[in-house]
Every structure is written in C-alpha cells, then in structure tokens.
C-alpha cells in the first residue's frame, strides 16, 4: 500500500496541532516520515527540524498579532535551548554508535534508541500536563525564575537535537509549570522557541540535506502551513483550561503508539 497520501494528509493534521496547541508537531512529523515514507529514525529527525520550524515561524505571526508571546522568557529560554540543540546536533548525534548497544543476541540500534527515548520523553510529558495543577491567575506580573528557564532550556536543547523535535511537547508543560503561564501565552512562546530550535538544530546537522528531499518537503510544507493557520485561529475560540489536559492525551496516547511498536520491532 502506498502511505505516501495519508502522510501528507497527516501533515495539515501536524499544522492544526502546532497552531492550536504550540506543540505537537515533531510528535507527528518523525512517525510520519518514519512510518509512512519509510525514512530512517536520523534523516526522519534532520528533516523533522527544518520542517517543524518552518511550519511553527508561520503560526508565531499569529499568534504575535493576538497578544500570546511573552518575549522575555522565550529569549531566557531560547537563548540556552538553541545553544544546546546546535551543539547536540553537530557533535552529539554524528558521534552515536549504531548500535547503541549489543548484548549477546540482543541489539538495540541507534533509529529504535532513539525512537525509544521520544516515546519515554512523551509520556513523561503527558503526565505532566494531565496531573499537573493549573496555576492560579496572578494579579500581579508573574516574576519568571530566569535560572529554571535557563537550566530547562538547555535539557530541551537536547533532546531536540537527539530527537529531531522542535520541543514543543517538553516546553509547553515548562513554560506552564516553571513560568506559570497561561496556556495560550504558553502556546504562543512556544512556537517562537520551536522556531528558533528547530532551524538552528537543523543548521547544524551534518547528515541531512534538504536538496535530497525537494519533493517530499514542498507539499508537506504547503499543507503543513495550512494546518496552522487553522489552528492559530481556531486557538482564539478555545478555552485555555481545556487546551492543556487535551495535549497531554494526545501526548499520551502518540507516545505509547511508538514506544509499543519500537518495543514490537525489538523483540521481533
């Protein structure tokens, strides 16, 4: 069967979430290059890169017009986030072994690996944002903790670079949590940090080149932009409250797709 029509449907549903829900976008776009165009887990996260940052520079203008970014922290966060994907991304991920590692008869590879660590990392943000209490709306100016924003923002660097992933799904439950944002506002700066990530991240790989992959990525793309502009204003309509249990279930139930099947590929 080819997937190659469901993967570009699955593309305007990639946009939708990164305009409605600042995040979402990585999640879906590896397992899409990786499972309907049949791509290996590292150029599937190069491309993953550009084409999410791509994508989410598109819904940042709208989501600007409607008030939704807080400037100062995204630059806090930003600033340690596209420092630490750049570097994972040139040096971190040209230097992994595949495999990773090799026990006997078992052998883990580097695409399951990293798959794997995705799958982990969405889960864990999944609970988060399903468990986690909403903060109470400040009536002053909400004081950010410059150092946690700094300090996260390096962690998710890295597993943007690792990962292929814009981080959408790990920095909107920080920017919830650790900034004590509304929902919205955390959306809305989100997609200027995934922006900034993404193609700095992408800048820096060595392995993907986007000449090789012109055809894939300019209907994609096109339908991709689509899909968020939908989003960002379907996003004004939406209440915020119902917004971040709603991406913690998708969260939870994309990552147990993956880590299921990478758990199904190893043992078979």
């Known amino acids: 069967m080819n997937w190659e029509i469901p993967g570009y449907a699955a593309a305007v ?130 004081q950010h903790n410059t150092a946690s924003l700094l300090l996260t923002g390096m962690g998710v660097g890295l597993l943007t670079g690792v990962l292929g992933a814009g981080g959408g799904f790990l920095i909107v439950p920080a920017l919830v949590l650790l900034a004590r944002m509304d929902m919205k506002q955390a959306v809305g700066t989100s997609l200027f940090i995934i922006t900034a990530n993404a193609l700095i991240g992408f800048l820096g790989d060595r392995q993907v080149h986007l000449a090789d992959h012109i055809p894939l990525l300019v209907p994609f793309l096109a339908l991709a932009v689509l899909g968020i502009l939908a989003g960002s204003m379907l996003a004004k309509h939406v209440d915020s409250r119902h917004l971040r249990p709603a991406f913690g279930w998708f969260i939870l139930a994309m990552g147990t797709y993956i880590l299921m099947h990478e758990l199904y590929t190893l043992n078979g």
Do not use: E
């Not at 946009?15 to 309907?36: A, D, E, N, Q």
């Open 13 to 142: 549903l990639m946009g939708l979430s990164l305009g409605l829900m600042g995040g979402g976008g990585s999640i879906l776009t590896v397992p899409i290059l990786v499972y309907l165009f049949g791509m290996d887990a590292v150029t599937a996260t190069g491309l993953s890169l550009f084409i999410v940052g791509a994508t989410s520079g598109v819904g940042l203008l709208s989501h600007h017009r409607q008030g939704n970014v807080q400037w100062r922290a995204a630059a806090a966060f930003g600033l340690a986030s596209i420092t630490s994907v750049y570097a994972t991304r040139h040096w971190l991920v040209p230097a992994l072994p595949d495999p990773i590692l090799r026990a006997g008869a078992a052998t883990l590879g580097k695409d399951t690996a990293i798959l794997g660590l995705f799958a982990v990392m969405m889960l864990a943000s999944a609970w988060r944002m399903i468990r986690g209490r909403q903060p109470a709306p400040a009536v002053a100016p909400v």
